[in-house]
């Protein structure tokens, strides 16, 4: 829909919106619900103005989901440290992935770092950071292809 056309659809929206609650027989609940969407409007038409906002939060509501679908598979976290835990993991698992970076490959590497400083996390976490990372180890990252020893050579995990 060109914009022309999608700006003429949301003011008809409103006006025919405006003309419902100037409707004295309009049921209550149905006068709420449009009066609330007179006062959000502006928040509900942003893509109209603003293209690249998308016109929904499925992206956003998607990500949360598996969140909430593990918890619920897993019976909670059942303590304060396995839910932090559990948060963590999943805020961190979540910036792998808004990164491209395979989250398997990530972890081993990261997980082996701890392991070659005797079980401890690296002194130095920048070359597990994907905003630190330089091209070829956020390609490797993303690939996967090279084994984990080869992606940590040369970092300092003491």
Not at 24 to 39: C, F, G, H, I, T
Not at 111 to 135: S, V
């Amino acid at each position: 829909m060109r914009q022309a056309e999608l700006q003429q659809a949301v003011q008809r929206m409103s006006d025919e919106r405006d003309a419902a609650l100037a409707d004295p027989w309009l049921a209550k609940p149905a006068a709420k619900v449009l009066q609330s969407m007179k006062n959000h409007w502006s928040g509900l038409t942003v893509f109209v103005d603003h293209p690249w906002v998308p016109m929904d939060n499925n992206i956003a509501e998607r990500d949360a989901r598996l969140a909430v679908v593990g918890r619920k598979n897993f019976y909670g976290s059942g303590s304060e440290w396995s839910g932090q835990l559990a948060a963590t993991m999943y805020s961190l698992l979540m910036t792998v992935k808004l990164w491209k970076l395979n989250p398997r490959t990530w972890l081993s590497a990261y997980l082996q770092a701890c392991a070659d400083n005797g079980n401890q996390a690296p002194q130095d976490i920048n070359a597990f950071l994907p905003w630190a990372m330089d091209d070829a180890r956020l390609s490797a990252m993303r690939s996967g292809a090279r084994g984990v020893h080869a992606l940590n050579e040369g970092i300092d995990s003491s």
